[in-house]
């Protein structure tokens, strides 16, 4: 459903993608992994239009994703949860939410799914959105993209300054969310975690794909070269 | 002392009308229009040269002409100001500045320097009593459409999706693109209201009184201490600031007829110094 084909991008004159080649198929649930400075978000950020491709191809469903708007490309289907949560401090949690309404896309997730999946959220639902523990925080970034109905979500170091017992619970509701089909790309700084979500881990280093695999065949050895470049 | 207050108020619901679109702009997108007084005279203008043409009342005249300037707020951000928004403040405001200068120019080439009315016939003077305070009609509507705009504007941000869209978007910019929402778009929509309120007032400052060319960077102070005086981005902020500067500049009237505006200043300088973020603010970071 995502073809990407010698990807490069910049910020300003410093490039930080020299060509990356990615693909995923529907319903596939994929980790991106590699260090600091690799080109993970960078990537994440093309593929929503927040920074321009300045070459390569990139297609969304056959759709080329190259000259489109970033406001456009969540009507089409693709929604990221932000590195950092990125939440509407003006906003209460629930009209966080509702942002996410505003794709236009119908299906599945409603506020009322959102609740089910975060109850904690129904709760706290009239706060300011700034006066949630970090965790919670997490979940209404990530039920926020869901709002839209995405069919491939992106998730940008959901577990970024999170206690580990909060991330297992963050983790612990991704199943229920691509039980009906829903593709996900994965950022990940622990490769640990990353393995055991994925299905398939792509590796970057310094803006370039550098390994590839299924999850459970890659060893430690090759993944550790792909990672650091040693 | 009674009647004091109550033409202080009156006078300080037309500044809250002259601040508001002020207050919006700037709460959205961070811009500081230093063109806002001349827009309000320009809004003015146009009332009543529509009314000329077309023969209509000040009243119509006025209700036409308010989508005419959503219209132009819109195109004017979308073309023309969203290229100077950014981290750096100084663009909007030499390019607002800029238009205030080619503004007062274009008025003066086409209307001269005459000050000019907008006639509304009886309504202009009539007024009624209540014990012995005397109270005019027009002022009192202009007091009642400000307080009636305010309402709408927080209603608007509070509880439509176009005013969650407008916080969202001055929150994060990014974020919101990922929601959907083109800033260019919203930036536009915000300046297209503010481009309505900013011709309500024009058309009621012509009628109240005259305008002249040369009037909008008087008016542009004014609608400025309003929006400090309430604090930045709060729309019962402004409209509190407003009725606190017509209350002062009222005072300073009664005391010598010169000391008005200076009253103004002057209370405005004591917030300033007392209470620098102003009396309600709800801009962060």
Known sequence: ?230 | MTEIILQGLLLGGLYALFALGQSLMFGVMRLTNTAQGDFIILGGFFAISMVAATGLSAGWGLLVIIPIAYLAGYALQRFVLNGTLGRDPLPSLVVTFGLSIIIQNLLLEIYSADPRSLEVGNIALASFSLSDITIGVLPLLTFGIAVFATICLQALFSYTSLGRSFRAVSDDREAAQLMGLKPAIVYAQATGIAFMLIALAGGLQAMRTTIAPSDGPMLLLFAFEAVIIGGMGSFWGTLVGALLLGLTQQIGFRLDPGWGIWFGHLMFLVVLVIRPQGLFPKTRG
């Open chain 1, 1 to 230: 459903m995502l073809q990407a084909q010698g990807i490069t991008a910049a910020y300003g004159d410093a490039q930080a993608l020299f060509g990356i080649d990615f693909s995923m198929q529907a319903g596939e649930i994929v980790a991106l992994i590699g260090a600091n400075g690799a080109g993970k978000s960078t990537f994440l950020k093309t593929l929503t239009g927040l920074l321009p491709v300045k070459s390569g191809s990139l297609t969304f469903d056959g759709q080329s994703l190259n000259k489109i708007d970033a406001g456009d490309i969540v009507k089409l289907g693709l929604a990221m949860v932000p590195e950092g949560r990125r939440l509407f401090p003006s906003l209460t949690v629930e009209e966080n939410l509702l942002m996410g309404t505003l794709s236009g896309r119908q299906g599945a997730w409603n506020l009322a799914r959102v609740f089910k999946l975060f109850p904690i959220l129904q709760e706290k639902r009239y706060m300011p959105s700034t006066s949630l523990s970090g965790g919670q925080q997490q979940m209404v970034a990530i039920g926020r993209a869901l709002m839209s109905n995405p069919r491939l979500l992106l998730c940008d170091e959901i577990s970024l300054g999170l206690a580990p017992v909060v991330i297992r619970e963050i983790y612990a509701a991704l199943p229920s969310i691509v039980e009906e089909g829903m593709s996900l790309l994965i950022v990940e700084q622990d490769v640990q975690l990353a393995m055991q979500v994925s299905s398939r881990v792509v590796c970057l280093q310094e803006g370039l794909v550098s390994l590839e695999g299924k999850s459970g065949e890659l060893t430690r050895d090759q993944i550790s070269k792909a990672y650091f470049g040693i």
